[in-house]
Each structure stands twice: as structure tokens, then as C-alpha cells.
């Protein structure tokens, strides 16, 4: 493989690629964003020479929605896989997927093993969540991959081209596995992760990429006319048993200098004016002394922008003075994830929060005037019902309170997570297309009243039921307690073009604009 493409005296030739999105045909919650993971790994191989092309099938696609023969029921939005490789240059060396979501791998399989068949001498790299957690089985499952990068894939990828490129042998680049020529899975030590992130160039976004996302009012959570993808940090410190970040990103938590931040923004205001930041950390506040940094820099500079975190927070750092500042310096929306509210559950998880605090930071934000929403889990397999109802209470107890959406969705048993890994070697989850496509709709597709679950007290249908049941008494209750919100949605949803105030009014945007197209 290497010493096919060693004797080149330029350096390779490299496409990075995103295979559509896949969900069921009646689901509101699998929606595009700009992939800013292929930005980094395009803009890190662009800084040491190379000129990486990208293929994002879902943003070259927004609004095209095609069936998946091969699996009856599921839809893909983005471009077909002809079109994919008519994208990808005829001279590719090496090949680049984003493997992000398990519930996407029997698309991306059959995506990457006709890639093989349209280019037979490209080298074939695959990395992100679902590779991470599940390299000897992709690799087995998908015999069109050669390598697969884990965890942080930027310094992995720019080793592994510099190997193909020297015809080095694949064992001295840390971070990736493979099959040997004897078909044995090979897995090298784990690439220590990139401490200063001072080292990593900001995303490169390709010419027209953004606008495209911007036209079609895609952006992740809440929406405006121009929401900027940032990250302020890397990785997370916490280590909750359901989530597959520990083996993503290992527990090591960095954030970036506030002036650079601050820099990154002001070049997005005038090469796009931009009219908001959406931060896609997993963990973006755990440091009040930085928070306090950045807004304070945020106002010294005269940056008026709506800014927001999508992906959920803690409230260690956001109290009364904080979260005024936030809402100071232009924060309009945020999201919490106190995941639960038994205390049993809570300390089963590994979820080190307080809920009196977590509760006292929610009811804060809202009476300074910013939008919030809270994150809620049932059905792990150690609850009972009546942890089950201690969450359903304190989520309804949240809507009367103000909280303006609080979700709860079923346990997505994720690869890579401590929970699934225990439940994978119990014999209770088995690898396979099924499950993996149940992952996709377990939480996207609320019509479905057999979801995956693996709670051995209640059913699939009973917790279906109670989360449906919850969905509608939380908006039942936010709408008829706060009846300005009404007025809100109706203008959001059907009179303005991009703006959105919540997930809620955005999903039913995307939702009736969907219906309008219909699928191919």
C-alpha cells in the first residue's frame, strides 16, 4: 500500500468525505450542519502542504432526500453515492470518510465499498466516533477499508500521508488500525492527544460551503440568517458511562486562548458577516475565569453578535454574575444536560453535578432573559419506574418553571461508551445493520412506539410512551403558561426565512419544508 504511492514525487492527492445523513422517513431530528471535523483535518493537512478536497455529500445536498433500497423505511438526505463519486477527483491518492454516528455505517459501508470499486488504487481511511469505538469490527464488516484513524484525527491523518508518502510501514503511525497482509487486526498505541491547540489553524471552510447551509436555514439547534460553526475547547473531563467522548477524546479538557477565539471571529465577521456563533463544544463552560475572559474581550472589542451553545453545558461556572455577562455580550440560547433527575440514576452514570445547583443555574438563565433548554435521559438499564418518574417530574417541573424546551429521549446505547461496552459483552446489544439503524431513529423518529431499549423493567412501548407522553405536556405546559411563545412560533416558523427560536421551531421549519420537496 505505501510503496504503491512512495515513488510520487508531489505530495498525495487527498479527498475527505461525508456520506449523507440517514433516518427514518417520519423523522424531525436528524438535520445537516456544516461538518466543522473535515474542516479541521482539511485545514491541519493544508498547513503541512497538502491540498485536500472536499466532498460533503450532505451539504452539496441540503434538501434532497433519496430511499435506501437496502433498507426499507430509511431515507438519506445529501447527495446519492453517484453523485459522491463523481465529485471525488479521478487522481485521488487517498481517500478520507468521516465515520461519525454508528447509526450511519450501513450507508457509509456500502458508500465506502463503492468508492473501492471506482477507485481501486486509492488508499481508503475512515475516522471519528463510530471508527473509534469499533475499528476491528469496521474493518471486518467493510473489507473496502484500509485504515481507520482513532480519536483526534488531525496530527493521526497528517502522520498516516506522511507514511503512505515515504512508503513506511503502517506500524509507526500511532493512532490508526488495520488488517495486516495475514488479515490480523492491528492496532497501533493510541496518538497522544494535541495539547496546544494553539497548533491547529482554524477550519477550512471551502469557497460557498457555509453559504449553502445558510441558504437553506441549516444550523445546529436554534437558528438565524448566518450561524457560524465554533470550537472554544477539546475533549471533556468527565467520564458519564453512556457517552463515547472518554474514548473519543480521551479526558484530557483544553480550551483555547481567548484572544485567538476573539481573532477567529472578528475574520469571520468580515469574510461572511456573520450574524451568530453557534459553539459545538461538548464541553464549552467549565471554567468561569475564561468565560468571564472571553465575554469581557467579546464586549472590549465591540462584537454585537448572538452567540449560543447548542450542545448542552454544566452549571459549575454559570452563576447569577456569569450568566448576565453572557446574556450581556449577546448569549440567546443554552443548553443544559442534567440528564436525569434521580439521584440514583445521577451517581449510576457517573453524572457529577448537584441538581438543586444545575436547577438554581437553569431558573437564572431564564430571568435573565435567556432562551434554555435542558437535556433529560430515561431508560438506562439499572432505573426503575420510579427513577423514570422522578425524571418526568423534574422535567415538568422545569417547563412550569420557564425552561422553554426540556427533551427527553430514550437511552442511545452508543458504541464506545462504557455502558454499551458492558451491555456488548453481556450478550444484551449485538453489532449489526439492525441496531445500528436503530441508534438512527431511536430519538428522530418519535412515531415509532418500538424503539431500542434495553431496560429490563419496562418495555419498549411503555418508555415510548412516556416519552411522547412527556413531549407533549412539556410544550402543553410551556405554551399555555407563557402565551407570548405562541405568537413567537407562529412568526418564526411561518414568516420569517431563517430565524428560530428554539429546536422545536426549527425542526417543524425543516419539517415543512421537507414535505414541500418530498423524496426522490
Not at 438506562?380 to 417547563?399: C, K, N, S, W
Not at 405562541?486 to 415543512?512: G, Q, Y
Request: aromatic fraction near 10%; glycine fraction near 8%.
Amino acid at each position: 500500500m505505501s510503496a504503491a504511492l512512495a515513488s510520487r514525487a508531489s505530495k498525495l492527492r487527498v479527498t475527505l468525505v461525508r456520506g449523507p445523513i440517514v433516518s427514518t422517513a417520519r423523522s424531525v431530528n436528524n438535520e445537516a450542519t456544516p461538518c466543522i471535523g473535515l474542516a479541521y483535518v482539511s485545514a491541519y493537512a493544508r498547513a503541512h502542504g497538502y491540498a485536500p478536497t472536499i466532498v460533503d455529500a450532505i451539504g452539496e445536498g441540503l434538501n434532497c432526500y433519496w430511499a435506501v433500497p437496502a433498507h426499507r423505511g430509511y431515507v438519506c438526505q445529501g447527495l446519492t453515492v453517484e453523485e459522491i463519486l463523481a465529485r471525488i477527483p479521478r487522481d485521488t491518492d487517498v481517500i478520507g470518510f468521516s465515520a461519525m454516528f454508528s447509526g450511519e455505517w450501513p450507508v457509509q459501508r456500502e458508500l465506502i465499498a463503492a468508492t473501492r470499486r471506482e477507485f481501486p488504487k486509492a488508499v481508503i481511511v475512515a475516522g471519528g466516533e463510530h471508527i473509534t469505538a469499533l475499528p476491528e469490527y469496521s474493518l471486518h464488516d467493510c473489507p473496502a477499508l484500509d485504515v481507520c484513524v482513532r480519536g483526534e484525527g488531525e496530527h493521526t491523518f497528517l502522520e498516516l500521508l506522511e507514511c503512505l508518502s515515504e512508503g513506511r510501514d503502517l506500524g509507526t503511525v500511532n493512532g490508526i488500525a488495520y488488517l495486516d497482509g495475514d488479515g490480523r487486526f492491528r492496532a497501533n498505541d493510541h496518538m497522544p492527544r494535541i495539547r496546544e491547540l494553539a497548533r491547529i489553524p482554524w477550519p477550512d471552510w471551502p469557497e460557498g460551503y457555509l453559504e449553502k447551509f445558510w441558504a437553506a436555514g441549516k444550523s445546529y439547534g436554534i437558528a438565524s440568517e448566518r450561524d457560524m460553526p465554533l470550537l472554544v475547547s477539546r475533549g471533556c473531563p468527565y467520564q458519564c458511562t453512556f457517552c463515547s467522548s472518554p474514548q473519543m477524546w480521551t479526558t484530557l479538557y483544553r480550551l483555547r486562548d481567548a484572544d485567538d477565539v476573539i481573532a477567529e471571529i472578528e475574520h469571520y465577521r468580515t469574510r461572511y458577516a456573520i450574524t451568530s456563533l453557534q459553539l459545538y463544544d461538548l464541553t464549552a463552560i467549565t471554567k468561569k475565569s475564561w468565560t468571564v475572559e472571553f465575554a469581557n474581550k467579546l464586549t472590549a472589542r465591540g462584537i454585537d453578535l448572538k452567540w449560543s451553545l447548542p450542545s448542552g453545558t454544566r452549571s459549575e461556572a454559570l452563576d447569577h454574575e456569569t450568566l448576565g455577562l453572557l446574556k450581556r455580550t449577546g448569549c440567546s440560547y443554552l443548553v443544559y444536560a442534567p440528564e436525569s433527575g434521580s439521584p440514583n440514576t445521577l451517581q449510576m452514570i457517573k453524572k457529577k453535578i448537584q441538581l438543586p445547583r444545575i436547577t438554581a443555574s437553569i431558573l437564572e438563565a431564564k430571568r435573565q432573559g435567556i432562551v434554555v433548554r435542558t437535556n433529560l435521559i430515561i431508560g438506562f438499564p439499572h432505573e426503575t419506574r420510579r427513577d423514570v418518574f422522578q425524571t418526568i417530574r423534574y422535567g415538568l417541573m422545569l417547563a412550569a418553571r420557564g425552561a422553554d424546551e426540556v427533551s427527553i429521549n430514550i437511552l442511545s446505547p452508543y458504541p464506545g461508551s462504557e455502558l454499551t461496552r458492558g451491555l456488548i459483552e453481556a450478550g444484551k446489544v449485538r453489532l449489526g445493520d439492525r441496531y445500528f439503524l436503530q441508534l438512527t431513529s431511536l430519538n428522530s423518529d418519535y412515531t415509532r412506539i418500538n424503539p431500542l431499549t434495553l431496560n429490563p423493567v419496562m418495555g419498549p412501548r411503555e418508555l415510548a410512551l412516556y416519552r411522547i407522553g412527556f413531549m407533549l405536556l412539556n410544550y402543553l405546559i410551556g405554551y399555555v403558561l407563557y402565551p407570548a411563545r405562541i405568537w413567537r412560533t407562529i412568526r418564526n416558523v411561518f414568516m420569517s426565512r431563517h430565524a428560530a427560536a428554539t429546536v422545536f421551531e426549527h425542526r417543524l421549519k425543516d419539517a415543512l419544508r421537507r414535505t414541500a420537496r418530498g423524496t426522490r
